[in-house]
């Protein structure tokens, strides 16, 4: 880059052709003579017809190029104020039985949670919670978000059943940095090794710093899935998982993080906490006690601790389990020292896996290392005190190397198969496994490396160093520890010494420097060495500080050993340059099309793909020729970059082969996308060389150092590869002061300058050092050089042109400073004047420095100008001395004596310098440098700065065309090269005047403090211009009106042609009080006036402008389906032609007969009957008669959701608002089909009148609420505020407000707010004088600009008006109480009246519905200033300030923009869509005519036109149609107005866009945490001037009260329900069934009575709910009222789903019930029941459903399911009726089987019973019924058993008695 800026340069000082200069300066970005060659050879086709351009030296791309040589510090990373907003919406299928479940967050260590819900496991919470943090951003990304999900039990909150972790660095990622509405999946807690997931869990997600508005819903996240189940089964559920994953792309994977050993730690316990531990304890003190601790996704282990080991071994792994990719990526490294109380970080490292792994189909797993990381942070040196201990956790920039870590990650997929929809999952480690050392083949080979240093000058050194010694020490990695530990410390331990150093440091808290401030030649030094010989540094004016080294600068060298990691260096800087070379040529393109030269940007866009897409090549060859196969992930990173730079080639040469003007802008954004990618192709994951330190050490103290990458000055001799940005170039380096001490107004003085030449490569390379040493530099020494000789040296004449500065910052308690400004050329330095009390000062005049001797070749410094350094101080002579103010850099155009002094190089032209005040901007600088080789001839630059031109000449420079003039000016004696005198700046480098007329308008002040204790009662405001004041007329007494008297005035001054050179405006506020005091109460300055100048603009441009056609003109909004002029004609006939000729009048007769012509033909037009129907069944189902401000509202919101559903929808602040979709019209084009329905009894529109209502219906499905929304009339509703809708302009196209500040800045940080004393409000307009008579325009108020710019403005005298604030609502409110909410209430503040309408608090509630209206009768201009505060009530405390919005009522009333009431999009006369203003649109359209000078307007309602401005406004036909059947032609007429009003901002040249009818959404803000976000207000104003007739009603816009319904679910019969039990005599399976249904939830639910013993499943109830519930019907929700606990003082408003839950229970009389199986579904959405049971079967998603309210009863058999919801638990046949609380009332029922109409008892078979209450039926059951034929068989066995034992018993008797004969 610096080469090819030298031949740029070069040829332009050799007074080369433009045509060779325009070729190296359009393609300077080439880095080398042989590149540039092949870039000619590549492109010398496309450059034949490209015409040269000159490229000034001043240009932006030489300035930045300049300017890169001067290295500044890194920004800070200080703490800020984030925001992280959480919402948990509802959870679906989570897996168990009966719970209750809650949601615990914890962020960090806060932790919050939701409330409880009972028995179900589809919770709906809607719950917010907001985490508040001041940290910087990277410790608030670190943080991990932890939900979890618990299941309540009694008292406490029971077991935890899943959880999800999601770190913030994730959730950052996500454009807007947020997720919305995205489904969390969530994995068990007890087997985390599970690859199930438990449920789904809906969230939003945001994280939101300083100054940045919540975001809203994004398109490409809309997200809200109307059908979850339908979702999950097409599996298009909106899942939130990592950018860029999808769905079934995750795998779940153990991460082994494997821990091998550390070198280089610090000391932590030497010295006197040593000693302290041996005299007590009397052990051998230690050195350090390492271990590591690795954390990832919310799991932490440790390593062992080794104890005292400075170079500790540990070979141990930790293993982790997580599904990649994770949303938890960050794994965080800390190596701590083990202590006794609190364990110390000694370093941390963060690997991120998204970085070392690619998720693309050519990816692979994470890997990392083996390879050593470095750590940094603190100093290495111990002290009891540290203050920079922070730095040691990564909260700053590290100022020290503390050691370096070998680590080594690998990544084991646990199966071959991916998990879908998993999300992050932990595992527990395996225990802490020992593994093998890793061998040393696997490491990169150590080589020997140096790293050198010259410093050529060391200047502008702190003022407070100016009497002591100061050195500078060079080191990379464990090489400045320069103490020496006592011997018997350092026994056994291993130290890592490989420079030799030779004078010892110590830090600043050592007492007894070491360092000996005898001055040493470096030159003969017999050692090398990385510090410097102390200096003393000298001054000539005692402005500037610095060490002359003379002759001989010194040499610095730091010889060390590491491991050879050059090639991941090295492809680095390969991506650098081509990010370097794709970026320039961009830059170059961007600059073409700035000047209109579309030709030459697309050529040059051409050539640049053409040559990036071989670069790319190149660079992929390289890789193959030169790969880095060290580890894994070198290898795979280097496959993986090769097909990125591939593909980056194809897409470059698409780029080049696809060209046109027309594609330019997409091709320029495909090239940013391409340079976003090189560029991550630059960051290296794994570790390099460690990063080079440099250090000031002052009195042997570290005082200020510099921190750089070591690949920024790497130097390979290979000729393919880059060497680093800054080797061996000349550097400029600022040193800043160590951590904190940087921070604020300690870090705004530079510690120290230098220009050093810096090297580093391999010991065998070290002759390189010498090759690229600036020209005259050379050594004494055939080896490495100790030190360089300067064997040139020119004199030069510098020349600075400091012309004006502009937006300083205040220094004085008044707000305004007292400048000068400091220029330091190296030991040099001049001042200019002084000019007091401004911030925008002018001081013309040109400094001059001779004879200045620099150490370079002239040819050199032509190449390589050097660094000038601007301060600017405020002169104070009392406080104790100057203040800083600012700096900026800056460099002079060289002139060598051989050139000539002559255009187009010189003179140097003035340039805008960015002036900096620590980390913010301060101000710009307008001025320009040039510094002449002496001997000159001052002849020529005399012939040049005073030859009079015949005219004003241009030319083109960095800012493009900025005008030159070369005027007469004797300015002799200030060229003489003897002369040092301040003098102005010559006239042909100042920019060209010209006389301008600036005409203020003073309209008035606000909100003026007291200065001194006393109030501003006289303010007078002045504004001063180029040394010309404008001083209004002082006001009377600001207390009782503070408008000015006098309100327009004017002044003549000289202002530059160009309006980049134009001086600012500052504005003063002076109280004039009495005895002629005038005290400055505060200050503005306008920094540009582009704003403020007026072009009048010809006839010819507006003749020219593009005027719709009249069938654009018909169209309706982008939203809609619209219509052409020439379609009405084809698809009427000639039917609307013929009924015009014959009703040429414009009688009403005429009209009716018109429009019942145009309906009947519509109502002819034949159409499909499944879309006829489909229309009348939506249109039927509309409440027409119901409909309010808030059906409105809700279908705006509604088809504000919808478009953003749509592929390419619009936000809502995108375009206009729309017209109604009832007045669509549409025909069968492009395949749209028309269709015409008819509805009937609109009483919305009317008193009762019907009308066609012509739509067109859309061919995607629409949900049902969206097709009943699109028939009701809506508003616009924005984002924001209504002053940041663009084209609204603010509200300040002629009334400006400015704000006045006095008082210091202090700090980096703006806190204008503190500063603020007022406001002025008024207008400034500057144009030419004489002004151009014959342009043809308006002024900014709308009136003649030939009466003056303010012609047409109305009065400003007090007016009263009538003011209506409507509150529509609240959202996402920040928490204030304990519990998460809020009882927000609303205090409006106007002027000194306050409103308190604390008595309608809401409580507990985050979005709370507000629906006030305040009204309140003002006076403009005391009473113009509106604050809405939303407090927090509390019960006991004060009542805490949630956040506030202030409105400028003022410039809403006097607008052009009409922002007093809001357009409707429709004229009627009554309804929910009332006309709202108190005048009709046909009179405001009469008096917006009269103001912009037209003609009025001209009605034709026999043509549904009018004609204004020789434009035609037709309305619809299908508007025609209706007015006709429904009203007079009145309506057509003001329908018509208002059809223009809507497209006023057509009208030119007056025309702008009318405020619709609309509800703004405004931010509110607490001055405790300013700009952070508190949440957002819906509403909006309507103002009425009280001088008017009649003021129409206020809108109500009360909260809209639920209506009562009363559900009644009849229980019939319940069959197949799982059997639960076993019987304990019998085995048998059995369940004690009964159901219970409930809508709120449990506590509110009711229950069958039991049907006992069920043995096949079936149950019999005849059983009766009745479920009465409130429910708004716009919502979709049920409103419930309830206490949250017993100490609670309100009932807590909760909102639910309609959702009906039945469930099935087993009976148990000792133990709990027993859970079965549920069914829940939605009112809205409720499934058809099967006709009988056995066609009952699990619920799909593409079931058909019906909504309750509509059908009212609804009878059938529905399933049961059971816990995992993929099988059946039972089938119940139930009817359900919903009424309304009327007629419930007037048809009562009785509960269960009660009367009135009471339910028959159910036919149970006798198995149902208790048994102990019916012991006897319960024997007979068992016995009896079961064993009846046992029973008889065993009587009838035991009695033949008996007879035959009585037969054989008795027998031998009787044959005795027969025997015998008795």
Not at 265 to 277: D, R, S
Not at 720 to 725: A, F, I, P, R, V
Not at 1764 to 1782: C, D, F, H, P, Y
Request: aromatic share 10%.
């Amino acid at each position: 880059m610096a080469l090819s800026l030298a031949k740029m340069l070069k040829k332009t000082v050799r007074g080369d052709s433009a045509s060779n200069v325009s070729q190296v300066a359009t393609f300077s970005t080439a880095d080398s003579a042989t590149e540039m060659s092949d870039e000619s050879t590549d492109t010398s086709s496309t450059l034949e017809n490209v015409e040269p351009e000159f490229l000034h030296p001043y240009s932006t791309k030489c300035k930045q190029t300049c300017l890169e040589r001067v290295i500044r510090p890194s920004k800070h990373n200080y703490p800020q104020d984030f925001q992280v907003s959480i919402s948990i919406i509802e959870i679906r299928k989570l897996q168990g039985l009966n719970l209750n479940p809650m949601v615990e967050i914890h962020v960090g260590d806060v932790k919050k949670k939701t409330s409880s819900k009972e028995s179900t496991n589809c919770p709906f919470f809607d719950e917010y919670f907001v985490f508040d943090y001041h940290l910087p951003k990277q410790s608030v990304l670190e943080k991990i978000v932890t939900f979890t999900v618990f299941s309540v039990a009694t008292f406490t909150k029971g077991k935890p059943l899943c959880q999800l972790k999601v770190e913030l660095a994730a959730i950052y990622a996500f454009p807007g940095h947020q997720v919305y509405h995205k489904w969390a999946p969530l994995m068990s807690c007890d087997d985390q090794g599970s690859e199930d997931i438990q449920g789904y869990m809906k969230v939003d997600i945001a994280i939101t710093g300083k100054d940045s508005a919540r975001p809203t819903a994004d398109v490409c996240q809309n997200s809200a899935d109307e059908n979850f189940d339908k979702a999950c089964e097409r599996k298009t559920l909106n899942l939130l998982l990592p950018p860029g994953c999808g769905q079934f792309d995750r795998q779940k994977a153990k991460i082994h993080v494997k821990i091998y050993k550390a070198e280089d730690l610090p000391f932590m316990n030497i010295g006197i906490l040593a000693n302290m531990k041996k005299a007590f304890t009397g052990e051998k003190p230690d050195l350090v006690d390492p271990y590591v601790q690795v954390s990832f996704a919310g799991v932490m282990y440790k390593t062992s601790v080794k104890k005292g080991q400075c170079s500790p071994v540990w070979n141990e792994q930790l293993t982790f389990t997580e599904a990649l990719p994770a949303l938890c990526s960050t794994i965080n490294i800390k190596l701590k020292d083990k202590a006794s109380v609190t364990d110390d970080v000694i370093g941390i490292y963060h690997i991120d896996l998204m970085e070392i792994s690619n998720t693309g189909t050519t990816g692979f797993l994470p890997t990392f290392g083996p390879c050593w990381v470095n750590l940094y942070g603190s100093k290495r040196e111990v002290n009891v005190l540290n203050e920079h201990r922070a730095l040691n956790s990564s909260q700053g920039e590290g100022i020290a190397y503390r050691g370096r870590l070998l680590v080594a990650v690998s990544t084991e997929p646990v199966s071959g198969f991916t998990i879908v929809d998993e999300t992050s999952a932990n595992e527990p480690a395996d225990e802490i496994t020992r593994i093998p050392a890793v061998p040393e083949a696997v490491l990169p080979k150590k080589g020997d490396f140096l790293l050198a240093g010259a410093v050529l000058e060391a200047t502008m050194i702190n003022p407070k160093y100016k009497n002591q010694a100061i050195q500078f020490e060079l080191s990379i990695g464990n090489l400045e520890q320069t103490f020496e530990a006592p011997e018997d410390q350092l026994k056994g331990v291993t130290l890592r010494r490989e420079s030799v150093i030779k004078i010892p440091v110590f830090d600043s808290h050592d007492k007894t420097p070491l360092i000996d401030s005898q001055q040493i030649d470096p030159g003969v030094c017999s050692e090398f060495t990385n510090i410097s010989a102390p200096r003393t540094p000298k001054t000539n004016d005692k402005r500037v500080y610095s060490i002359n080294y003379g002759v001989e600068k010194p040499c610095l060298y730091v010889q060390t050993r590491l491991e050879d990691t050059t090639a991941r260096m090295h492809s680095q800087n390969l991506s650098d340059y081509l990010a370097e070379y794709l970026s320039n040529g961009i830059a170059d393109v961007k600059s073409f099309l700035s000047y209109g030269d579309m030709e030459k940007a697309v050529t040059r866009l051409t050539a640049v793909a053409k040559r990036f897409a071989v670069l790319c090549i190149s660079c992929s060859n390289i890789w193959s020729i030169h790969p880095n196969s060290s580890t894994k992930l070198d290898r795979e990173r280097g496959r993986v970059c090769k097909l990125k730079l591939e593909n980056l080639s194809s897409k470059a040469r698409t780029i080049r082969n696809t060209l046109t003007y027309n594609t330019i802008k997409t091709k320029i954004r495909q090239c940013l996308e391409m340079l976003t990618e090189v560029r991550a192709l630059a960051e290296e994951p794994q570790g390099t060389f460690p990063d080079v330190f440099i250090w000031m050490i002052v009195g042997g103290k570290r005082v200020a150092y510099f921190r750089l990458l070591a690949r920024d000055i790497l130097y390979t001799p290979e000729t393919e590869l880059k060497n680093g940005k800054w080797c061996s170039k000349l550097n400029t380096i600022l040193l800043r002061l160590p951590g904190k001490k940087s921070a604020g107004a300690g870090g705004w003085q530079m510690q120290a300058q230098l220009s050093m030449i810096l090297w580093l490569g391999c010991l065998e390379d070290k002759e390189s050092f010498l090759e690229n040493l600036p020209p005259g530099y050379r050594s004494r020494y055939a080896d490495i050089p100790r030190s360089l000789t300067c064997s040139c040296e020119d004199v030069y004449q510098f020349r600075a042109h400091l012309y004006q500065a502009r937006a300083l910052i205040g220094s004085d308690n008044s707000g305004l400073s007292d400048p000068y400004a400091v220029v330091k050329f190296g030991e040099h330095s001049v001042v200019t004047k002084t000019i007091y009390e401004t911030l925008s000062p002018t001081w013309n005049q040109m400094l001059l420095i001779n004879n200045i001797s620099l150490p370079y070749t002239a040819e050199y410094m032509k190449i390589n100008p050097p660094i000038i350094t601007i301060e600017l101080y405020d002169e104070d002579n009392i406080s104790g001395g100057p203040e800083f103010l600012g700096r900026t850099f800056a460099f002079p155009l060289v002139k060598l004596s051989t050139d000539k002094y002559e255009g187009p190089t010189f003179p140097a032209l003035l340039q805008w310098w960015h002036i900096r005040r620590g980390q913010s901007p301060s101000g710009e600088l307008l001025a320009s440098f040039e510094l002449f080789q002496k001997p000159f001839d001052p002849t020529e630059i005399y012939q040049l700065l005073l030859t009079p031109q015949p005219e004003k000449k241009r030319r083109k420079n960095a800012l493009g065309g900025l005008p030159f003039e070369v005027a007469p000016q004797d300015i002799a004696a200030a060229l003489s090269s003897e002369q040092e005198a301040i003098t102005p700046i010559p006239g042909s480098i100042r920019p060209v005047y010209s006389k301008h007329r600036i005409e203020v308008m003073f309209w008035g002040v606000r909100e003026l403090k007291k200065l001194q204790f006393m109030s501003v009662n006289r303010p007078r405001v002045d504004v001063e211009c180029a040394g010309h004041v404008i001083s209004s007329v002082p006001i009377t007494d600001a207390n009782v009106n503070p408008n000015f008297s006098v309100t327009v005035m004017h002044t003549d001054v000289e202002l530059p042609d160009d309006e980049t050179y134009c001086p600012p405006i500052t504005i003063r506020c002076v109280d004039c009080r009495n005895f002629g005091r005038f005290v400055l109460v505060g200050t503005h300055t306008i920094r540009s006036l582009q704003k403020y100048l007026y072009h009048p603009k010809s006839k010819d441009s507006f003749d020219n402008l593009h005027i719709k056609s009249p069938s654009k003109l018909i169209e309706g909004t982008a939203s809609e389906p619209t219509i052409s002029r020439q379609a009405v004609t084809s698809k009427f006939g000639n039917l609307v032609q013929s009924t015009i000729l014959q009703n040429t009048s414009s009688t009403s007769s005429g009209l009716k007969n018109l429009g019942q012509e145009i309906a009947s033909k519509t109502a002819r037009t034949p159409l499909r009957r499944s879309q006829s129907q489909v229309q009348r069944d939506e249109l039927d189902e509309i409440d027409w008669s119901s409909l309010d401000w808030w059906s409105k509202y809700y279908a705006s919101v509604d088809k504000l959701e919808h478009e953003r559903g749509k592929p390419g929808g619009r936000g809502e602040s995108d375009e206009p608002a729309d017209d109604p979709a009832i007045i669509t019209y549409s025909v069968k084009e492009n395949g749209v089909t028309s269709i015409f329905s008819e509805k009937k009894e609109a009483a919305d529109y009317g008193e009762g009148h019907e009308l066609n209502d012509i739509v067109v219906h859309e061919n995607n499905d629409v949900s049902r609420r969206h097709s009943m929304f699109k028939h009701i009339q809506t508003l616009k509703i924005y984002d924001r505020e209504l002053e940041a809708v663009k084209e609204f302009e603010g509200f300040a196209e002629w009334l400006h407000t400015f704000n006045f500040y006095r008082g210091k800045k202090i700090a980096d940080e703006e806190d204008e707010e503190s500063r603020l004393v007022g406001k002025f409000k008024g207008c400034l307009q500057i144009y030419k004088n004489p002004p151009d008579l014959s342009a043809q325009d308006v002024n900014i108020v709308g009136g003649d600009p030939k009466m003056g710019m303010f012609s047409g403005m109305p009065a400003n005298s007090p007016v009263k008006v009538l003011v209506r604030i409507y509150i529509v609502l609240g959202k996402e409110l920040h928490p204030a109480d304990m519990n998460g909410k809020a009882d927000p209430y609303l205090i409006i503040k106007l002027g000194q009246k306050v409103i308190n309408d604390i008595d309608n608090y809401v409580p507990k509630n985050l979005n709370p519905i507000f629906g006030r209206c305040f009204e309140q009768e003002v006076t403009f201009p005391m009473e113009s200033q509106l604050c809405i505060q939303v407090m927090d009530w509390d019960m006991f405390s004060k009542n805490d300030l949630i956040g506030e919005t202030k409105i400028d009522l003022e410039n809403r009333y006097y607008s052009r923009h009409r922002a007093t009431c809001g357009l409707n999009n429709l004229y009627h006369s009554s309804g929910y869509n009332a006309w709202r203003d108190r005048q009709k649109p046909s009179l405001i359209l009469a008096k917006l005519c009269t103001e912009a000078r037209i003609d009025p307007p001209h009605y034709r309602l026999h043509q549904s036109k009018v004609t204004v401005a020789n434009r035609e406004f037709y309305l619809k036909p299908a508007l025609v149609s209706y007015i006709f059947k429904n009203y007079d032609a009145s309506h057509m007429e003001e329908n018509l107005a208002l059809e223009v009003l809507k497209h006023w901002s057509e009208v030119k040249p007056a025309g702008c866009a009318l405020v619709p009818e609309h509800v703004e959404t405004r931010s509110l803000y607490s001055p405790e945490k300013p700009g952070v976000e508190q949440g957002k207000l819906q509403m909006w104003i309507d103002m009425f001037p009280l001088d008017a007739p009649s003021v129409p009603k206020p809108v109500d816009i009360s909260p809209r009260k639920p209506i009562a319904y009363e559900l009644r679910v009849t229980i019939w019969n319940a069959d197949e329900v799982i059997l639960e039990e076993d019987d304990f005599f019998t085995g048998e399976k059995s369940s004690d069934i009964y159901i219970k249904g409930f809508l709120t939830g449990p506590s509110e639910s009711q229950s069958t009575d039991v049907h006992y013993r069920s043995l096949t499943g079936e149950g019999n109830f005849n059983w009766r709910f009745i479920l009465p519930f409130d429910y708004l019907l716009a919502e979709q929700k049920i409103v419930m009222k309830k206490k949250e606990s017993i100490f609670s003082w309100d009932e807590t408003e909760v909102k639910l789903p309609a959702k009906l839950t039945l469930q099935v229970w087993d009976a148990d009389h000792i133990s709990a019930d027993d859970f079965l199986g549920s069914f829940s579904e939605e009112l809205t959405r409720f499934p058809r029941g099967a006709k009988s049971m056995e066609r009952c079967d699990l619920i799909t998603p593409d079931m058909p459903t019906v909504n309750l309210f509509k059908q009212k009863r609804i009878k059938g058999w529905w399933p049961f399911l059971q816990e995992n919801r993929t099988m059946m638990a039972g089938k119940v046949e139930a009817e359900i009726e919903l009424l309304t609380a009327e007629e419930a009332e007037q048809r009562p029922v009785g509960e269960g089987r009660n009367s009135p109409e009471p339910l028959d008892k159910p036919n149970r078979p006798d198995t149902s019973f208790i048994w102990f209450l019916n012991p006897l039926k319960s024997m007979n059951y068992l016995f009896c019924k079961r064993f009846k034929k046992v029973f008889i068989r065993l009587a009838v066995f035991i009695m033949v058993t008996l007879l035959v034992v009585l037969l054989v018993y008795n027998i031998p008797r009787y044959a005795a008695k027969r025997i015998v004969g008795a």
